[in-house]
């Protein structure tokens, strides 16, 4: 582009030389006769005056009469046009205008603009001889006489083809770097960017205008070099440094970094600059080239991702299962804390190794066939009795080898999950000798029954009394029954376990609100909650809300979630006693509560001394085997 640009001044120059030459010489064709009209000028005039024209060969001159027809054409207007003197006296000169400014009648208004100003201008396309068309920029001026009565017209054109094509090509570059920077600004908004170079010798930052947003100043505001760092969090600017430090000690020039900034509003918004460092002749930075781009997005992503696993990693932690992540290859990538504890290595110690060498060659090779199925992408679940390896417990472990899967469908690993169920095994044997137990204790009921009803009427006189009896001797057997139902209870509905446990302290009497669905309480849970109960119950009547006339007991309870997740609340909840503080001690009442309705149910029950009343919440997992009524 320079050249063509210097190449434009020297036309430029040369322009302005010819066009004083040309002024004399056109002055010298208007200039009238020193004598009558229609005498003729002297010989040697009329030499000097074609000298002069046709000295003048980078314009064409050329002159016409007043309807066009031409009377002079020039050495110029030959070269440049094409034609010879002999071939163009005579002719119109609308023949050397380009068709379409013929059609328009522009050659015509052109010239009809010159007789009545004096001047017209011609800056247009022309026509060669040969048919090539070129760009010409002149004027033609009207001619008079010495009366001042105009005589005809002098053209004068000179061939700028170049120089139109420069300014054509100038004006077209100006405007696409007009559209190239005003898409290069709005894809700077779109990408929230900004273009930046710092001056390292002059601590001076020359960004583009959009950093004022970026960094959530106005958008006509240039904030300063304190304004920005003042947005840092500590030791952020250090961190830049030292990032930039360690990209010339690694004989790299380009760096990159995160960081979080503090907005003027006090938000924290993610960026990460890019840059070049440019370095002198001694290799000393001296300039920085880059761009800032808002990672805001990302960063809330990465910071909502790495909450996630940490919340993933604390339940897993919670779980009484011994959970795994294995690769392709059978290489640990994830353990949770129970596994660790299980193989007594830390997670370090596991991640990254093979399983063969954290559980074993022995153990490795008994459950090759179940990781073979695992690594194909099928599900594998087994039981496996094992010793644990630091305390030497036997326990029974149901193990689940769950495939991991890519979009594609392909395995990638397995999770492994293992349950101890040594004590549901257990159960499962205590049950199985219940059950015979129960089968032997009810043949001997039948038994007694039978025996009871064959003495019974054998020895009575009559079927009324034998009935009588009969009937006395079942109910006596009942309440025997009743007595080994009551120290051997399996279960009961919750509203028989809540009403029975207030009932001595007047349910009916309205200072009670029980609320909640009906639901089937294990044996133990049963015997929790009615302890509880009836503890509150009697501190209730003896210090809370029962003593008091005005005062109020509400007990409620609800299950949120469903399947495994869910959550099993209770709550009581006194009103309208005397006023409340918390104890300095606690009795055993209160300590007795905590540990067994929380450890009965596997989880926590919180006293709070509210003013208003005493309140005990239970939040527990729903059990097994609780089930909906």
């Keep these: 582009m320079t050249s063509i640009e210097d190449r434009l001044q020297e036309v430029l120059a040369e322009n302005a030389r010819l066009r004083d030459r040309l002024e004399l010489a056109e002055a010298r064709l208007r200039a009238p006769a020193l004598d009558a009209p229609e005498q003729?000028?002297?010989p040697a005039a009329a030499d000097d005056y074609r000298s002069v024209l046709d000295s003048a060969t980078d314009y064409a001159i050329v002159a016409t009469d007043l309807a066009g027809d031409i009377t002079l054409w020039s050495e110029g207007a030959r070269l440049i046009f094409g034609w010879d003197a002999a071939e163009m006296l005579g002719r119109s000169a609308d023949t050397l205008s380009a068709p379409e400014d013929r059609a328009t009648g522009q050659c015509e208004h052109e010239r009809?603009?010159?007789?009545?100003?004096?001047?017209?201008?011609?800056d247009r396309w022309f026509v060669r001889r040969n048919g090539t068309r070129f760009w010409a920029s002149g004027s033609q001026v009207v001619q008079q006489d010495r009366a001042s009565s105009r005589t005809g017209l002098i053209i004068v054109l000179r061939d700028l083809t170049l120089q139109h094509f420069v300014e054509q090509s100038l004006e077209t570059s100006s405007q696409v770097l007009e559209e190239n920077e005003q898409r290069l600004r709005a894809s700077l908004r779109a990408g929230r960017m900004v273009v930046w170079e710092y001056d390292i010798l002059a601590r001076q930052l020359s960004p583009s205008p959009e950093?004022?947003?970026?960094?959530?100043?106005?958008?006509?505001?240039?904030?300063?070099?304190?304004?920005i760092r003042a947005g840092y969090l500590p030791g952020e600017s250090e961190r830049l440094s030292e990032t930039v430090r360690a990209a010339l000690r690694r004989g790299e020039r380009f760096f990159e970094h995160e960081l979080r900034y503090v907005r003027p509003d006090?938000?924290?918004?993610?960026?990460q600059a890019r840059g070049e460092v440019f370095l002198d002749a001694d290799g000393r930075p001296v300039r920085v080239v880059g761009v800032l781009q808002d990672v805001t997005d990302r960063l809330l992503t990465q910071d909502r991702l790495r909450r996630n696993e940490e919340e993933m990693r604390a339940i897993t932690n919670a779980l009484p299962v011994f959970i795994a992540r294995v690769d392709a290859?059978?290489?640990?990538?994830?353990?949770?804390?129970?596994?660790?504890?299980?193989?007594?290595?830390?997670a370090a110690a596991m991640v990254g190794r093979h399983m063969r060498e954290v559980i074993g060659e022995a153990l490795y090779e008994a459950r090759l066939e179940h990781f073979a199925k695992a690594f194909a992408g099928e599900a594998v679940v087994f039981d496996a009795a094992q010793t644990d390896p630091w305390r030497g417990r036997k326990q029974v472990l149901e193990t689940h080898y769950i495939p991991r899967r890519r979009p594609d469908g392909r395995a990638e690993g397995f999770f492994i999950l293992a349950i101890d169920v040594t004590g549901r095994k257990r159960a499962e044997d205590d049950l199985r000798l219940v059950t015979h137990e129960l089968q032997?204790?009810?043949?001997?009921?039948?038994?007694?029954?039978?025996?009871?009803?064959?003495?019974?009427?054998?020895?009575?006189?009559?079927?009324?009394?034998a009935r009588t009896a009969f009937e006395a001797r079942l109910a006596a057997l009942a309440d025997v029954y009743d007595s080994?139902?009551?120290?051997?209870?399996?279960g009961a509905p919750i509203h028989t376990v809540v009403e029975g446990a207030l009932a001595p302290h007047g349910l009916g009497s309205g200072r009670f609100r029980i609320d909640g669905p009906e639901l089937a309480l294990g044996a133990r849970h049963t015997l929790a909650l009615s302890l509880a109960l009836h503890e509150l119950a009697t501190n209730a009547a003896k210090y809370g809300a029962l003593r008091e006339e005005s005062g109020r007991v509400d007990v409620i309870w609800r299950v949120d979630g469903r399947s495994e997740e869910a959550r099993f609340h209770f709550k009581w909840q006194e009103s309208g006693g005397p006023p409340v503080t918390a104890p300095s001690t606690f009795g055993f009442g209160t300590r007795m509560i905590e540990?067994?309705?929380?450890?009965?149910?596997d989880g926590q029950a919180v006293f709070s001394y509210d003013t208003g009343g005493v309140c005990l919440k239970l939040e527990a997992p729903w059990p097994d085997a609780a089930r909906n009524a």
């Design 329 to 346: 290859n059978g290489i640990y990538e994830y353990v949770n804390e129970n596994y660790e504890v299980w193989y007594g290595l830390k």
């Design 112 to 122: 009809q603009r010159a007789i009545l100003s004096g001047r017209a201008a011609m």
């Design 40 to 42: 003729s000028p002297a």
């Design 595 to 601: 540990r067994t309705l929380g450890g009965y149910f």
């Design 484 to 490: 080994l139902v009551h120290h051997n209870w399996r």
């Design 266 to 271: 006090g938000a924290i918004s993610g960026l």
């Design 211 to 227: 950093l004022a947003l970026l960094l959530g100043f106005p958008a006509d505001h240039r904030p300063d070099l304190d304004e």
């Design 440 to 465: 032997h204790r009810v043949k001997n009921t039948l038994a007694m029954v039978q025996a009871i009803a064959s003495q019974t009427f054998r020895q009575a006189s009559d079927v009324a009394s």
